[in-house]
């Protein structure tokens, strides 16, 4: 399974790639950052994100991306621009057919740490060690996009069987 | 000058498109929604409206796109689908080299009646009479469309020597 991970921003957007299956080592075949002038508009910044992800999926061919979910309890300011880049990027899968997963910023915590309440460093030293680099990535950014998809690697067995029995129950036949 | 307003939204996302110079009488050469089923998933949803907008600049060829300006302060549960509506009607816009101007509520309601406070009834009700039409149009998701646009046309001209004073006095060479 190969997931681009996405951690959302338009200053910084997080991007890493990460190919494996529960229970294998993991390989990391990608990380960056796609970056917006601070001073441009705001429909520019946006143009801008959108030809950052589609260089990214273009060169890549995920079969899944996986994706930040925001939440607006965060700062009022910037958590517009952040839900904003990650409609950008849920777009430009979306449209190409490319399944697209969110998970929460805790529950990425929690698959690769062990808890939800892990902090950068943590989250940045285990993702060093599970794709066996040299050191962790830099900014935090890139090191959060590839959490999300070892996050997605990982969790998504689960999630399908649990929309599986979700469709069987409400006899709707959605199955993952 | 042609414009096309947009009311961001997920489940509806009114548009309008005004055409006019100020000091003339408008003339609406186009009203509707895009919307999207709310049962969807938010790639695909926002996929919907990506579409939807690409039509109506398909068909209009605006020479600006006005988009209603998100602020977070409102329900926190619908303003990020409406934030991420926004953003791909910005992107859309943009991307095509459309100049893409952001307008607040209050700004829109004092440019069609005078008051930033009025309700729903009055900016419907002066919409239908700026643009003679017969009956005012709904829901009101279109008419706020057609009032967007309206404000643009009536308030873009103050914006530009606004800009240009600017772009002056910061010896930037900006300039609208």
Same mark, same amino acid.
């Given at each position: 399974?190969? =997931?681009?991970? @996405?951690?959302?921003?338009? &200053?910084?957007? !997080?991007?890493?790639?990460?190919?494996?299956? +529960?229970?294998?080592?993991?390989?990391?075949?990608?990380?960056? =950052?796609? /970056?917006?002038?601070?001073?441009?508009?705001?429909? $520019?910044?946006?143009?801008? @994100?959108? #030809?950052?992800?589609? !260089?990214?999926?273009?060169?890549? $061919? +995920?079969?899944?991306?996986?994706?930040?979910?925001?939440?607006? #309890?965060?700062?009022?300011?910037?958590?517009? !621009? &952040?839900?904003?880049?990650?409609?950008?990027?849920?777009?430009?899968?979306? /449209?190409?057919?490319?399944?697209?997963?969110? $998970?929460?910023?805790?529950?990425?915590?929690?698959?690769?740490?062990?808890?939800?309440?892990?902090?950068?460093?943590?989250?940045?030293?285990?993702? &060093?060690?599970?794709?066996?680099?040299?050191? +962790? +990535?830099? *900014?935090?950014?890139?090191?959060?996009?590839?959490?999300?998809?070892?996050?997605?690697?990982?969790?998504? *067995?689960? #999630?399908?069987?649990?929309? #599986?029995?979700?469709?069987?129950?409400?006899?709707?036949?959605?199955?993952?």
């Amino acid at each position: 399974m190969r =997931v681009l991970g @996405v951690d959302p921003g338009l &200053t910084r957007c !997080g991007v890493g790639v990460v190919e494996g299956v +529960p229970g294998r080592p993991l390989t990391m075949l990608g990380v960056g =950052v796609v /970056r917006t002038p601070v001073d441009a508009d705001l429909a $520019h910044r946006l143009v801008a @994100v959108e #030809q950052g992800i589609e !260089g990214w999926l273009d060169e890549h $061919h +995920p079969e899944y991306v996986a994706v930040e979910r925001v939440f607006s #309890q965060h700062n009022v300011r910037t958590v517009m !621009g &952040t839900a904003q880049a990650s409609a950008v990027a849920m777009l430009c899968a979306a /449209r190409r057919g490319i399944p697209v997963a969110l $998970h929460t910023p805790s529950e990425v915590k929690a698959a690769v740490t062990g808890t939800g309440r892990a902090d950068k460093a943590q989250v940045g030293a285990m993702v &060093t060690r599970l794709l066996r680099l040299d050191a +962790p +990535p830099r *900014p935090a950014d890139a090191a959060d996009a590839l959490a999300l998809a070892i996050c997605h690697i990982w969790r998504a *067995p689960a #999630q399908n069987r649990l929309q #599986q029995a979700v469709a069987l129950h409400t006899s709707k036949g959605r199955s993952a």
